[in-house]
């Protein structure tokens, strides 16, 4: 089990920027995964991004590619999302999460993350 805390939201304007991380405590193995997934109110839960814990790979939503980055620091196990040109859509609950036995065809599938952090609120006005 790895349990994960999320920091950095806040309250920004329209093409501010802000930077996420992801602190993981517990063994992140080389098959593990770990994801940034967002939700506002009364809308259904949105993958962000994701990143491979061995090699880093990254994949990023249409909707944020060439906005946000994800990357990842092995000597303190935290993962960072960097979010720039952010835009008032980008508004919500900002999720990290962590899939010990990835596979790269499922890594946009939520119910596939086994731990979840407790998110943190990304605000965006005009």
């Known amino acids: 089990q790895v349990h994960l805390v999320e920091s950095g939201g806040g309250l920004v304007q329209a093409g501010g920027s802000l930077r996420l991380s992801c602190a993981a405590s517990?063994?992140?193995?080389?098959?593990?995964?770990v994801g940034w997934f967002r939700q506002a109110p009364g809308k259904e839960r949105e993958w962000v991004a994701s990143?491979?814990?061995?090699?880093?790979?990254?994949y990023l939503a249409n909707s944020v590619k060439g906005r946000f980055a994800i990357s990842r620091a092995n000597a303190n196990n935290t993962v960072y999302l960097q979010m720039n040109s952010l835009e008032p859509e980008d508004t919500a609950t900002y999720y990290c999460?962590?899939?010990?036995?990835?596979?790269?065809?499922?890594?946009?599938?939520?119910?596939?993350?086994?731990?979840w952090g407790q998110g943190t609120q990304v605000t965006v006005t005009p």
């Open positions: 999460a962590a899939d010990l036995a990835s596979d790269p065809r499922t890594l946009r599938n939520w119910r596939t993350y086994t731990s």
């Open positions: 990143i491979r814990w061995s090699g880093g790979d990254t």
């Open positions: 517990g063994r992140l193995f080389a098959r593990s995964a």
